[in-house]
């Protein structure tokens, strides 16, 4: 059974930085690409970054302007996502997902979640 399990959310102030960590389990973590999503209050949820096996990366979102960075340990079957200099906009669950292959695919294809972390933003 594959899980899934997200962690490092937290309410912090605008410009304060947060490391979400998704561990897995059930799965080749080395050989499976790996993504986060973020859903904010009212809006449907969208695709940030994806890492690939082989560390490479695709961007589904321009909203975060380099200040996010998407990276993986395959040793602790782990990746995470760091965020850096947050604003009140950046606030929302941010969901970890596994795709069904080495290299990221759409947005739209990714079928196993995690249950998300929460991060608030205070100005």
């Known amino acids: 059974q594959v899980q899934l399990v997200e962690s490092g959310g937290a309410l912090v102030q605008a410009g304060e930085s947060v490391r979400l960590s998704c561990t897995t389990s059930?799965?080749?973590?080395?050989?499976?690409?790996m993504a986060w999503f973020r859903q904010a209050p009212g809006m449907e949820r969208g695709g940030l970054q994806c890492?690939?096996?082989?560390?490479?990366?695709?961007?589904?979102?321009?909203?975060?302007?380099?200040q996010f960075t998407i990276s993986r340990d395959n040793a602790k079957n782990t990746e995470y996502l760091q965020m850096n200099n947050l604003a009140s906009g950046d606030l929302g669950m941010d969901y970890c997902a596994a795709g069904s292959s080495y290299l990221c695919?759409?947005?739209?294809?990714?079928?196993?979640w995690g249950r998300g972390t929460q991060v608030t933003v205070s100005s």
């Open positions: 695919p759409a947005p739209s294809a990714f079928n196993i």
């Open positions: 059930g799965l080749t973590f080395s050989h499976t690409a």
């Open positions: 890492i690939s096996w082989n560390v490479g990366i695709d961007h589904y979102s321009h909203h975060d302007q380099g």
